[in-house]
Nanobody, 122 residues
Framework: VQLQASGGGLVQAGGSLRLSCAASGRTFSSYNLAWFRQAPGKEREIVSA????????YYTDSVKGRFTIARDNAKNTVYLQMNRLKPEDTAVYYC????????????????WGQGTQVTVSS
């Protein structure tokens, strides 16, 4: 699976962005998908994830109620709608795909996109 993330940019606090991650290669619909982020000087953390079936969705506490993950298997794309952005959301965002395993653990993900920068100004 090859993943291509896009949609990052510079936005003011309170604004919105939608990240997209387009996949090619193996069967996209059978993979768990996730968004991770890494801020300067910090470890990579999971932001949100969705199982292959869409039956389970996870959000880290800091983005609950503001971010929404969605997958479109027909388009081989996963999205992250980010609303009410805060300066602390500033990071490089990565999409990832896993054939199974624990949803929240980065080592479960075999395939990674190249990252897209999100910068939120105060």
């Amino acid at each position: 699976v090859q993943l291509q993330a896009s949609g990052g940019g510079l936005v003011q606090a309170g604004g919105s962005l939608r990240l997209s991650c387009a996949a090619s290669g193996r069967t996209f619909s059978s993979y768990n998908l996730a968004w991770f982020r890494q801020a300067p000087g910090k470890e990579r953390e999971i932001v949100s994830a969705v199982t292959w079936s869409g039956g389970t969705i996870y959000y880290t506490d800091s983005v609950k109620g503001r971010f929404t993950i969605a997958r479109d298997n027909a388009k081989n794309t996963v999205y992250l709608q980010m609303n009410r952005l805060k300066p602390e959301d500033t990071a490089v965002y990565y999409c990832a795909a896993a054939p199974g395993g624990k949803l929240r653990i980065d080592i479960a993900y075999d395939y990674w996109g190249q990252g897209t920068q999100v910068t939120v100004s105060s």
